[in-house]
């Protein structure tokens, strides 16, 4: 059996042993299990089939290495380690999902060597960048596009400049723009004789045409030369295409008699732009594209070198080199595209049945190396009874197309196999009724399926059923636009969005408990918004898994230590100024700048001594810089295992990441150190070595972070991401965002016949798109951007289908109109996107079913169904600290969430003298702050816990001692001061709370006490030392009153300082 993850390999192996011993044993599971069966096998179960099955599980148990169930790349690896490696005399290699980057310095050096540089001189020169780093995206993609290289050559389908039919095009252009041009002139010389050529051309075109020189009389005649010109016409058609109109609409064929003549003279531009395209397509086009074919044989000739020079591959690589020698003659492998005696002989056992799963992910390169075997197993006389195949796939569920998935591989292998009509899955043991009825109602639903026909998409669907008819569940759909307005209720940009989707949905629910954070996923298109919601997070103390890498070195509890050891085994500073940053050391800007003007003075110090020791030299008042250089001094000479259990031990790494799952992963790192230094002999066992080892395996699989499942925190994905798993509760943010720019890359269009076999029509481009899209030849442009709209609406079908219980879809978009603007601009578009039908199409749904709820021009809702809570949590009572004000902070309210700019100015001109001057008692001040924001009520366990993390975060800035004895200072005056402390008099606590003045001012106050009881809010400002500003706590109490929670219920607001005494 193959799949496309290990963790459905680990489930389906699971399930197959579990089912059988259930069917074997007669279990309370088995008569389920034989109800499913009996359909299959056409009668009643009978005890012969279980006695059967009992002696099949025991083999199988016994022989559990024969049963096969592996990832295709595991699977594709064993062919290669079994059959291929062998036969090209590999006797070892390695697999590493990550090309060096030194193998990219090495294919751009032999493509500028001499005998190289004429293949790519020319296509440089046309994309007119200036270094080769602008070309790396261009390199991944030759590589990344090898399979359809060799498809190329092998169907003879390659291109060559076609000169003759050029100069056709270019003579048909120029006949054209003649004519038009000659009534272009009569209209002139007839409406508007004397119009100077300023006035009568675009901007744009008069730009173009004569620059910043006076066009003269003779204007209309040096246009139709230049216009005319081939060097004119490559120099500037982009924006030729992009604006053809050249006339200005404001001053010319205005009038209503002239209505024909400017919808003739249009037409009579498209037809000229299209003979125009077709010219630069037959000339620049197809010699680039022959360009592009050279570079990629010559790049990918050296690529190979590299690979076996070094004997470490990629999982595409072992894809490739399998593919191409599987079919290669000399070894007999494959004949008559079916699988050979010598193949099994090989491999030492013999494949009679295949169970693919998850086919729609199948790329042309993967499908190709199976299809012999595809083939062994169906066909031939006598064969049926001993083998088959099932394929499974759901061509909805097709998202992996940039990576060579092929969703309509599944329909091309039901026309190969000819058999009958396939089985249809159609029942949900996932998700609620609410969840799949909202599922049929839209993907299956007149307004999406009307306007996928009218653009010519084909997107069937049909409707499915839940085995879950007993599960509540519920849908919120949620559409807001935001932009740069400063209206009320207007949201400032994206992130704001984001910050209210959060604070509004997300954080009531973990307040009250039932919103299981380990049970919950939100889900976004790009990595890009992941980050913004994480930010959010934090802002709230609210724990979660950012999962765009589930590599154990990525880990935050790890990562900073990866740091250190880079800058010891590479000596690069630019490592060492990362594990100052990171959450080791925790230096601030103040310190990074006085490390980076150190860095400066001692780069030009030619002393033979280590940079930190040069450092520290320097900087013998920068805690950071010294901390870090007594822990290199002192693990001089220390074993590579001893050296990283002293890097988590002397930086209190377990202080600083407190939760279980921090320290199992720790212990899995060290495990790892302590396996590589007793068992790896092929690096040495030193930072250098190690550093290596890692950047070879840190994609593998074995290396994902440890117990994801386990942490009580919310888990952030990519949509790509979350595909296979399911959670309680799903959010999925979704914006209204164009798909991402493929400017700097290979850009490849394919048509392949229907059983995948020929390649039928081709184009390759590096900086000529736009050409391709405007030619004759545009329809495959056309084709690949409907493919992409599909995988858009695929996207957006696996995301809402994660779900059991509870969904929540935020759509985004930006338009200073409001929702009504967004939706119009989104039915007007030519061209909808899958974002654009997904808007529109929702928007009418709920609104033909009575569930969309107006709020205000920018947004409106639906909501329906029971909040289904999974396993109901305990309600948070502390950590959500901007959250629990989801009664007073207004999120709506813009201008709160707009950024201080004024402020942001005057900390980009910091007096660093002064900093460093106070900086000894501005840390105990901070840390003082610090405490006091772990306490809301007070209690041993509150207090413990704040000593903790100030230990944790400050023990890099200050010492041991000293902090012990601030603490104690602090503990003392939270007992002086205990009314201020006391969940007796004070219902609700806010520590640290940034609030934005109605003028946009971030204001940031340090304690908030509310009795809703006495309708009073305290105000506490806490000074160390500093002088007492009355100014500036009458703001804070001048903003809380404004907030409108406040300011209805009649909430009486005042202020105080307390001092703190530190010493």
Not at 349 to 376: A, C, M, Y
Request: charged share 30%; aromatic share 10%.
């Amino acid at each position: 059996m193959i799949t496309f993850t290990r963790k459905a390999t680990a489930e389906i192996r699971d399930r197959i042993f579990s089912q059988m011993k259930s069917l074997s044993s007669d279990d309370a599971d088995a008569a389920g299990l034989r109800a499913n069966l009996e359909p299959l096998l056409g009668r009643h179960w009978q005890e012969s089939d279980r006695q059967w099955l009992l002696q099949v599980r025991e083999e199988m148990l016994t022989n559990k290495s024969q049963v096969q169930i592996s990832t295709i790349d595991a699977f594709v690896n064993r062919l290669f380690k079994s059959i291929i490696s062998p036969y090209i005399g590999l006797s070892s290699y390695a697999i590493n999902s990550r090309m060096d980057p030194r193998y990219y310095a090495s294919l751009y050096a032999y493509a500028l060597e001499p005998e190289n540089l004429g293949i790519v001189k020319s296509l440089f020169e046309r994309s007119q960048k200036r270094t080769l780093t602008d070309y790396e995206k261009l390199g991944h993609g030759l590589l990344d596009a090898r399979y359809l290289f060799h498809c190329i050559s092998r169907d003879n389908v390659s291109h060559s400049p076609q000169p003759q039919t050029a100069a056709s095009h270019l003579a048909a252009f120029q006949a054209r723009i003649d004519a038009l041009l000659d009534r272009f002139e009569e209209y002139l010389a007839r409406e508007k004789p004397f119009i100077e050529p300023r006035t009568a051309l675009l901007g744009s075109w008069y730009e173009m045409l004569f620059g910043e020189a006076e066009a003269g009389s003779t204007w209309l005649d040096r246009a139709r030369t230049r216009i005319k010109d081939a060097a004119f016409l490559r120099q500037n058609f982009k924006q030729i295409i992009k604006e053809p109109k050249f006339w200005n609409g404001g001053s010319l064929l205005r009038k209503k008699d002239d209505k024909q003549l400017a919808v003739e003279l249009k037409a009579s531009l498209e037809e000229a732009m299209r003979e125009l395209a077709d010219f630069l397509y037959c000339s620049d086009f197809l010699q680039e594209e022959a360009e592009l074919e050279q570079f990629a044989a010559m790049l990918l000739r050296k690529y190979d070198e590299l690979r076996f020079r070094d004997q470490l591959f990629g999982y595409d690589d072992i894809a490739w080199y399998t593919y191409r020698y599987l079919y290669d003659p000399e070894l007999s492998l494959v004949e008559e595209d079916s699988v050979t005696n010598a193949f099994y002989e090989i491999l030492t056992s013999r494949v009679r049945f295949l169970l693919i799963d998850e086919f729609q992910d199948t790329s042309l390169l993967q499908f190709n190396i199976l299809r012999p075997l595809i083939r062994e197993v169906t066909s031939g006389e006598g064969v049926r009874p001993y083998g088959g195949i099932i394929v499974v796939g759901d061509e909805k569920q097709s998202i992996y197309g940039w990576r060579g998935g092929e969703r309509d591989l599944l329909r091309a292998l039901q026309m190969r196999l000819d058999e009958s009509e396939p089985v249809r899955l159609d029942t949900s043991y996932r998700s609620s009724p609410v969840i799949i009825d909202f599922v049929n109602d839209f993907f299956g639903g007149a307004p999406l399926q009307q306007r996928l026909a009218a653009i010519g998409l084909d997107w069937p669907y049909e409707s499915c059923r839940t085995a879950r008819l007993e599960m509540p569940g519920s849908i919120l759909v949620a559409f807001r636009t935001y932009s740069d307005g400063d209206e009320a209720g207007d949201l400032a940009s994206q992130r704001d969005a984001c910050a209210e989707m959060v604070s509004k949905e997300i954080v009531p629910r973990l307040l009250e408990g039932t919103l299981r954070p380990s049970e919950t996923a939100i889900l976004a298109r790009e990595n890009a918004s992941l980050h913004a919601i994480a930010d959010i997070l934090d802002e709230y103390k609210i724990d979660y898994v950012l999962e765009s890498s589930h590599s154990l070195l990525e880990h935050r509890a790890i990562k900073p230590a990866i740091y250190l050891l880079r800058y010891l085994a590479t000596l690069n500073f630019d490592e060492l100024l990362r594990f100052f940053r990171s959450d080791y050391i925790l230096a601030g800007g103040a310190e990074l700048k006085e490390i980076l003007l150190a860095f400066r003075d001692a780069d030009a110090d030619a002393a033979p001594r280590p940079l930190w020791q040069k450092l520290a030299a320097r900087l013998p008042g920068n805690e950071a810089v010294q901390r870090c250089a007594r822990f290199l001094k002192s693990a001089a000479g220390l074993d590579l295992l001893t050296l990283c259990k002293r890097i988590f031990e002397d930086f209190s790494v377990t202080r600083i990441f407190t939760q279980e799952n921090d320290s199992k992963n720790i212990a899995f790192f060290l495990q790892i150190v302590a396996g590589f230094c007793h068992n790896q002999r092929e690096f040495e066992p030193s930072p250098s070595g190690f550093v290596r080892y890692c950047e070879q395996h840190e994609e593998d699989e074995g290396w994902q972070q440890l117990g994801l499942e386990e942490v009580e925190a919310i888990r952030l994905l990519t949509i790509h991401k979350s595909k296979g798993l399911e959670f309680g509760s799903v959010f999925l943010f979704w914006p209204m965002t164009s798909p991402r720019d493929s400017h700097g890359s290979l850009r490849s269009y394919v048509r392949y016949d229907e059983q995948f076999q020929r390649i039928e029509e081709h184009a390759l481009t590096y900086n000529l798109d736009g050409v391709l899209a405007a030619s004759s030849a545009g329809g495959l442009v056309e084709r690949e951007a409907n493919r992409a709209c599909i995988e858009e609406l695929n996207a957006f079908y696996v995301a809402v289908t994660r779900a059991r219980s509870n969904l929540a879809i935020y759509i985004v978009g930006k338009n200073r109109e409001g929702l009504e603007g967004l939706l119009a601009s989104a039915e007007a578009s030519e061209k909808s996107s899958a974002a654009q039908l997904i808007l529109t199409a929702m928007h009418e749904l709920l609104a033909g079913q009575g569930r969309l709820q107006s709020k205000d021009a920018e947004a409106t809702e639906a909501r329906w169904g029971e909040w289904r809570g999974s396993q109901p949590s305990a309600a948070r009572q502390e950590g959500l600290t901007p959250g629990a004000l989801t009664g007073f902070l207004d999120p709506e309210r813009s201008a709160w969430y707009r950024p201080d700019r004024e402020r942001f100015e005057k900390e980009r001109f910091l007096d660093y003298k002064s900093v460093y001057i106070n900086k000894r008692r501005v840390d105990r001040g901070n840390l003082v702050h610090h405490y006091l924001s772990f306490i809301e009520f007070d209690s041993p366990a509150a207090r413990q816990r704040a000593a903790r993390r100030a230990l944790a975060d400050y023990g890099s800035l200050l010492r041991p001692a000293d902090i012990h004895v601030l603490i104690e200072r602090v503990e003392a005056f939270i007992t002086a001061h205990a009314d201020y402390f006391s969940a007796a008099r004070w219902e609700r606590v806010f520590t640290e709370q940034t609030l934005y003045a109605p003028d946009g001012r971030e204001e940031r106050i340090d304690r908030m006490l509310v009795s809703d009881e006495r309708r009073e809010i305290l105000i506490v400002d806490f000074k160390t030392g500093e002088s007492h500003d009355q100014a500036q706590l009458d703001e804070y109490k001048h903003t809380v009153s404004s907030l409108p929670y406040v300011h209805s219920r009649g909430y009486a607001v005042r202020g105080i300082f307390l001092e703190v005494e530190i010493g």
